[in-house]
């Protein structure tokens, strides 16, 4: 494990988890997905989120994907991983396989199925948190897990010294700006924004930078967008913002949320580096989205090698 001298910044994909089966590991294309961001600059890996399709994958796979990410990954940048289950005890294991393979950091949102209120949430936080052997970050995901870490709620956690930071998937700014106020309590903390085409607006309000689906695919754009931000250089950040919107129409292809997840593994499908099987019960894109997808990936200039 990386020893943690700083808070968690910049652009850090929330990875896809490559697929060649119901319970198969794409191994080449995961090894060509991690080097693909890495050398795009990203600034760290988030594995077991949504975009991974955590809830979908068997505790074996989960495992297998932490130890095969840390291993690849070998320090050169830090592994945060996703422990989010409906069982306590599920989360607490995970934590602490993460921890033995050498991971940086665990991610951690509500329960879901069952929604807490927020007295329960705030005792949620408060026993799990000495359990972990990781040091933990809160996760904001209220459109799956339908229920929200208030900001009060933040509050009463901020005193536990394993809580590092939250990452905001809301979309509500209000709710990021008065997050990224916590950081008066706790200057260690680092506070991302999920949706990622608001990332010059969350750096504005006080944010560490982006939790960026669209750095799965484009990890470069995302980095210099976030270091036009920080060096200030409005002239750059207004194109690569532009960049960022044009890339968000895959997005709006298919239905339902698992549609952002069959675009970015649609993505890197044409762009041949990972396979773009899904986990059950989703499909993957079907020829007239996939022919969608590439077009915007052209104009884009994204070579498209697959078809």
Same mark, same amino acid.
């Given at each position: 494990?990386?020893?943690?001298?700083?808070?968690?910044?910049?652009?850090?994909?929330?990875?896809?988890?490559?697929?060649?089966?119901?319970?198969?590991?794409?191994?080449?294309?995961? +090894?060509? =997905?991690?080097?693909?961001?890495?050398?795009? $600059?990203?600034? #760290? *890996?988030?594995?077991?989120?949504?975009?991974?399709?955590?809830?979908?994958?068997?505790?074996?796979?989960?495992?297998?994907?932490?130890?095969?990410?840390?291993?690849?990954?070998?320090?050169?940048?830090?592994?945060?991983?996703?422990?989010?289950?409906?069982?306590?005890?599920?989360?607490?294991?995970?934590?602490?396989?993460?921890?033995?393979?050498?991971?940086?950091?665990?991610?951690?949102?509500?329960?879901?199925?069952?929604?807490?209120?927020?007295?329960?949430?705030?005792?949620?936080?408060?026993?799990?948190?000495?359990?972990?052997?990781?040091?933990?970050?809160?996760?904001?995901?209220?459109?799956?897990?339908?229920?929200?870490?208030?900001? +009060?709620? =933040?509050?009463?956690?901020?005193?536990?010294? $394993?809580?590092? #930071? *939250?990452?905001?998937?809301?979309?509500?700014?209000?709710?990021?700006?008065?997050?990224?106020?916590?950081?008066?309590?706790?200057?260690?903390?680092?506070?991302?924004?999920?949706?990622?085409?608001?990332?010059?607006?969350?750096?504005?309000?006080?944010?560490?930078?982006?939790?960026?689906?669209?750095?799965?695919?484009?990890?470069?754009?995302?980095?210099?967008?976030?270091?036009?931000?920080?060096?200030?250089?409005?002239?750059?950040?207004?194109?690569?913002?532009?960049?960022?919107?044009?890339?968000?129409?895959?997005?709006?292809?298919?239905?339902?949320?698992?549609?952002?997840?069959?675009?970015?593994?649609?993505?890197?499908?044409?762009?041949?580096?990972?396979?773009?099987?899904?986990?059950?019960?989703?499909?993957?894109?079907?020829?007239?989205?996939?022919?969608?997808?590439?077009?915007?990936?052209?104009?884009?200039?994204?070579?498209?090698?697959?078809?």
């Amino acid at each position: 494990m990386n020893s943690l001298t700083e808070p968690f910044h910049g652009i850090i994909p929330p990875l896809v988890t490559p697929l060649t089966g119901r319970d198969q590991l794409d191994h080449d294309g995961l +090894e060509r =997905l991690i080097e693909h961001t890495i050398d795009g $600059g990203v600034h #760290g *890996l988030f594995i077991l989120g949504s975009t991974g399709e955590a809830p979908s994958l068997s505790y074996r796979l989960r495992r297998e994907l932490i130890d095969c990410v840390c291993r690849q990954v070998c320090n050169r940048i830090p592994v945060l991983v996703g422990i989010t289950d409906t069982a306590f005890v599920e989360s607490v294991a995970l934590a602490q396989h993460s921890a033995e393979a050498g991971a940086d950091a665990v991610v951690l949102t509500t329960p879901y199925y069952f929604p807490a209120g927020q007295t329960e949430l705030i005792s949620y936080v408060r026993n799990i948190t000495p359990e972990l052997p990781l040091p933990l970050m809160l996760y904001n995901m209220p459109q799956l897990t339908k229920v929200w870490f208030e900001i +009060e709620s =933040l509050k009463q956690v901020a005193d536990l010294d $394993g809580i590092v #930071g *939250l990452k905001d998937s809301s979309g509500d700014m209000t709710y990021f700006e008065e997050a990224a106020k916590l950081k008066k309590i706790r200057p260690d903390w680092s506070v991302m924004i999920g949706p990622e085409a608001k990332l010059p607006e969350a750096m504005q309000l006080g944010g560490n930078g982006a939790v960026a689906g669209g750095a799965n695919v484009l990890p470069r754009m995302f980095v210099e967008c976030y270091e036009a931000k920080l060096a200030n250089d409005n002239m750059k950040l207004a194109e690569l913002h532009d960049h960022i919107i044009d890339f968000q129409r895959i997005y709006e292809i298919g239905k339902y949320a698992s549609k952002y997840i069959k675009a970015t593994k649609c993505c890197l499908s044409l762009m041949g580096i990972c396979n773009d099987f899904m986990a059950e019960p989703f499909h993957s894109f079907r020829t007239p989205q996939r022919l969608q997808v590439a077009e915007i990936l052209n104009q884009l200039d994204v070579p498209v090698t697959q078809s």
